[in-house]
């Protein structure tokens, strides 16, 4: 039977139950076992999708196209498994799913109620994971914190798994905060017994405690905790903030978390094997050089916005055995300033996917900053676009040329609206999502950086290059090295006689590995290591 991994947070929310649920995802994966791991977010959107990155973070798109929190990425990231679409579940989407069956009068004019209904459904999902996976474990990370009320029905629903699956099947993971007190210099224990005695009071035993703390947390400390806590003193988990989440597994593993899951669950596991990711962890902790990257964008505000790019950025520094310094460089604030004095001591420049007109023109000058430099530079989605739309301006000599969806009226679309997204009014859910087939050029750096003739990219877009200005691009120094297999959507372009210029209209970041960096991303570090050096 499949096992189930509960992980709740307490006290104050960021505390990293994604990073926790993910670390223990890859205890388990490295001792042999299958690993799922389930999001429930306690919203009412139905996914994150119309969220503005200011206030969730980016958006994760999963293979299968669902957009999920980016709390997926972690997961996938940390267990190298790809996530489909029950791995995200929202308060929307069940009440959707309850709402429209009430109207098919599926409940037979009974009244529909949160207990058992809106549990019932919660449960429901939580066994998909178990059943389209075939995984030994489902760990399920219940978004928000203990007393959260949107949060009650999904703590309702985790604590009747107990009974429905049998306790020796289920497991309960509390994460909670001790917070340093200054002006005694200690780490209190209050807020977590008040955070644990909430959760038992909602009929939550917890089975384990991680504890975070900005400080060490002393062997009397955890003996407390474990007392006041009521569970094992084994149980009783220290962490410390690190200084890289992938340090957190071998926390955890040190701590002997995998161990007493193990244990406590009755797992057939053989011992765990770790040793590449502790070969990562040293790589990230001691790097030989270093490399100096500019990413400039329009939600540089909140650096979650683009988790995924800057996650893949280290991976690929890493894999060079360097440190990534990253400058986050606002590109509404860069159209007033001179770009080469704020972008010439980089060695690379990204340019990340996103939506809206704000902050373009400082995205093109980048791109043409770039092209005329020869500085590394590596466009995503949105990246791609506006090096298209610089080399355009460059080509037809008319600034302007631009994009649909930023100029509506311009004279020159060469971005232009999908024809299969014309007409379409619902926001959610309705772009080109998820992975599709790219057919990779003989000769070029992207079928170079692959070695592969065909790959499947995660995609979130509406607008794509106009065609019908293709042969104008490619005459001015674009090369298109990736095409979709009919060869009508360009999927990748690079330019000519520059050492290192690709844009890719998918996200490759979201198909980085820790230990695999993504191709793109890691000959594109490659490139700005030798520019440096160069420079």
Known sequence: MTRYIFCTGGVVSSLGKGVTAASVGRILKARGLSVVIQKLDPYINVDPGTMSPYQHGEVYVLEDGTETDLDLGHYERFTDVNLFRHANVTTGQI????????????????????????????????????EESGADVVIVEIGGTVGDIESLPFLEAIRQMRKDVGPDNVCYIHLTLLPYIGATGELKTKPTQHSVRELRGI??????????????????????????????????????????????????????????????????????????????????????????IALVGKYVGL??????????????????????????????KLEKKDVAARLCQSDGIVVPGGFGERGIEGMIATARYARLNKVPYLGLCLGLQVMVIELARHALSDEAANSAEFAPGTAHPVVDLMLEQRGIKDMGGTMRLGAYPCVLQEGTKARAAYGVECVWERHRHRYEINNAYREILQEAGMVWSGLSPKGNLVEIGEIRDHPWMVGSQFHPEFKTRPNRPHPLFREFIRAAIEHGARR
């Open 95 to 130: 009440y959707a799913e309850i709402i429209a069956r009430e109207r098919r009068g599926d409940f037979l004019g009974g009244t529909v109620q949160v207990i058992p209904h809106v549990t019932d459904e919660i449960k429901r999902r939580i066994r998909l994971m178990a």
């Open 203 to 292: 009929g939550i035993h917890p089975d384990v405690l991680a504890c975070r703390a900005d400080y060490p947390i002393t062997p009397d400390l955890l003996d407390k905790i474990a007392l006041f806590g009521d569970v094992d003193r084994e149980a009783v988990i220290p962490l410390e903030t690190a200084d890289t989440i992938y340090k957190v597994p071998l926390m955890l593993e040190e701590a002997g978390l995998g161990n007493y899951l193990v244990r406590r669950l009755h797992l057939d596991a053989g011992p765990p094997d770790l040793d590449d990711w502790r070969d990562l962890v040293h790589r990230l902790r001691h790097p030989r050089g270093e490399v100096k």
């Open 303 to 332: 650096h979650d916005a683009y988790l995924s790019v800057h996650e893949a950025l280290l991976h690929a520094a890493a894999y060079h055995d360097c440190k990534l310094v990253l400058d986050w460089v606002d590109s509404e």
